[in-house]
């Protein structure tokens, strides 16, 4: 695409900033002869794929290579989208405005299920087929990874490659093999064989899949070599691997503005529901040492004035105190804050409130996610009521007024006695507040509770339970408001008009390819946005599909099920999960595996013991 091109598409659109791309800190190369072209895809808006660790880490990681330029794209809103299609201007990347259906390598981040029609999408602005079995060339090469390539079989039909893992770990070997690949000139099918012998790279095409008559998986059979079980690669080592000591800095706001520096990879934690606690296990965390020094490269470099400490747990890093006694030395000198998501209610120390006061002027978040005892320990969040009201008096002592606690909706085994206890325990809350004689004078309290509705995940032991129907969910959320009884407490809810279509897909099987393709085709895209998801799109493509959303999200699997993910190894095993779920139904808890290890299995993939036990 010319300049003169972009100024005129530019002219058109409300944001323009999210497509010129110059940046402070992005990557503009010389192409060389050999040169591998990854265009890396965000399929979402500027302002959510430009806040995303993953990119930036695997951005620098690629371009730290001479013989590789990885450039970024991200969807365009649909102003920017309708004026390229009236212009003819394809899909393009970034850094250098090139069409991308010209790269060698096309990679998306699945984040989210409710992303999928928009990788359908930019594969058809690119001017690509949407379907992997027509694009015959070689090259682009459309690879998929992040949390939903765990079971990328929904969109099976449309990709080449699944990375497995941490891309750190990979994706140099698939470079090199597209390097080759080019070099040599092998054919798609040579590309995807030999790609297949990469740990971790996971060829859809290369398996079969056979169902039985009750619609369940019969046989998942690989071909042509291809591995039975392909298990995710995983850094050992997060002290000696990759990390950015720059960030491209937008020139608009985006989601989370701010440097990021992460803590630990894995979750020791063990909550039930939570997918990315039992994904990215083994347990690895990251000196304070070589945190810190990440974190002064960041700022020295962007300019930024807040620094997020990234991890599933931020207060069960073991090295948090000195961390941030280390940080506090200098941030605030130069007026640097700090940003500390993901605080644990049952650790939440004074200590730890002292330093974060020193850093935080807004209200404190914590997730209880389940209103009763009975129900936190069939999820296994293994905090009490007790740590609850202690920490926000520790909160209230130290001149907090409002606290936010996030509980989920439509949890196994719940119910009304365990919606009534979130309003219970949100009351407590405000009675604990007008009991303190220290409260901060002359202030009123205010707690927020914000309820999600579960989604039953795949890798997790919640994977054999069905979800809640809509009707349940909306009659738990009248049912909550009616139980509330303080004008201090207001409730928000993350209604999800999409969970139905997100757990469908989230425990899917590549028969699903035709109802994403379907939805696509009615117009569906950036379905994960309130203004952009079309209900009757998916409820369409599912009746022509001849397939039952309830089949997928809403029904009881049993143990021995083949699951359409069994060939998928991210270290924690399926027995696991059966035990997990069993205690679930017992109501028993499974300790901190810093209290020991717990036997999930993800140790083998780094050949030990996790780090930090
Ligand atoms: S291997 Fe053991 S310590 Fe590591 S995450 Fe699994 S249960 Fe926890």
């Not at 491209?248 to 939570?274: S, T």
């Not at 000196?287 to 807040?306: C, H, P, Q, R």
Request: net charge negative; proline share 5%; glycine share 6%.
């Amino acid at each position: 695409m010319t300049l003169d091109q972009l100024d005129l598409l530019l002219s058109q659109v409300q944001k323009p900033a999210r497509y010129t791309a110059g940046e402070m800190g992005a990557v503009v190369k010389t192409l060389t002869p050999g040169m591998l072209r990854y265009a890396f895809c965000f399929p979402d808006l500027y302002e959510v794929g430009m806040s995303h660790l993953g990119m930036k880490i695997l951005y620098g990681h690629a371009n730290r290579r001479d013989d590789v330029w990885c450039e970024r794209v991200f969807s365009p809103d649909a102003d920017m989208q309708t004026a390229m299609e009236e212009m003819g201007v394809p899909l393009f990347a970034l850094e250098s405005l090139d069409p991308v259906k010209d790269f060698d390598l096309i990679g998306f981040t699945l984040q989210y299920e409710m992303c999928y029609t928009e990788v359908l999408n930019l594969l058809n602005l690119a001017g690509l087929a949407i379907r992997a079995k027509d694009r015959t060339d070689p090259f682009p090469l459309v690879v998929v990874g992040g949390p939903c390539a765990s079971n990328p079989e929904p969109l099976a039909d449309f990709i080449d490659l699944v990375s497995l893992g941490e891309g750190e770990e990979v994706s140099d070997e698939l470079f090199d093999l597209c390097i080759q690949a080019k070099k040599e000139g092998w054919d798609k099918p040579e590309v995807l064989r030999r790609a297949a012998q990469i740990p971790g790279i996971y060829v859809p095409s290369l398996y079969d899949v056979t169902y039985n008559e009750d619609g369940t998986i019969c046989t998942i059979t690989p071909r042509e070599g291809a591995p039975a079980v392909v298990s995710k690669r995983v850094i050992t080592d997060l002290d000696s691997v990759y990390y950015p000591e720059n960030f491209i800095v937008p020139f608009l706001d985006i989601v989370h503005d701010r440097a990021v520096v992460e803590l630990f990879r894995g979750c020791n934690r063990g909550c039930r529901f939570c997918q990315a606690g039992f994904l990215y296990r083994p347990i690895r965390e990251k000196s304070f040492e070589t945190v810190a020094k990440d974190a002064k490269n960041l700022i020295e470099s962007t300019g930024y004035d807040e620094i997020g400490l990234s991890s599933l747990s931020t207060s069960d890093y073991c090295g948090l105190e000195p961390l941030l006694d280390s940080l506090l030395d200098w941030t605030e000198e130069k007026h640097v804050n700090l940003s500390l998501p993901s605080l644990r209610i049952d650790n939440f120390s004074e200590s730890l409130m002292e330093k974060v006061t020193r850093v935080r002027k807004s209200g404190l978040t914590f997730a209880p996610e389940a209103g009763t005892q009975r129900l936190r320990d069939v999820i296994n969040k293994n905090i009490t009521e007790q740590n609850v009201t202690d920490t926000c008096r520790t909160a209230f002592l130290g001149g907090y007024t409002a606290v936010k606690l996030y509980f989920m909706m439509g949890l196994p085994t719940e119910t009304l006695d365990d919606i009534k206890g979130i309003a219970d325990l949100a009351q407590k809350v405000v009675d604990l507040y007008y009991s303190m004689p220290e409260r901060p004078k002359g202030k009123s309290v205010s707690v927020n509770i914000s309820v999600a509705c579960f989604v039953p995940k795949p890798y997790t032991p919640f994977e054999f339970e069905p979800q809640d129907s809509m009707e349940a969910l909306r009659e738990k959320q009248k049912y909550l408001l009616s139980c509330v009884r303080s004008r201090k407490i207001s409730v928000s809810y993350h209604d999800s008009a999409t969970s139905v279509a997100e757990a469908a897909l989230a425990r899917g099987d590549r028969r699903l390819c035709q109802v994403v393709e379907g939805a696509f085709l009615r117009g569906s895209r950036l379905d994960g946005w309130d203004d952009h998801f079309k209900p009757l799109a998916w409820q369409e493509a599912f009746e022509e599909a001849g397939l039952d959303p309830d089949f997928y999200a809403r029904r009881r699997r049993s143990y021995d099920e083949v699951f359409p993910w069994d060939h998928l190894d991210y270290g924690v095993t399926k027995a696991f999960f059966i035990r997990e779920h069993q205690k679930a139904m017992q109501a028993a808890t499974t300790p901190s595996c810093f209290a020991g290890c717990n036997g999930c299995g993800a140790q083998r993939l780094t050949g030990g013991v996790c780090k930090c036990i």
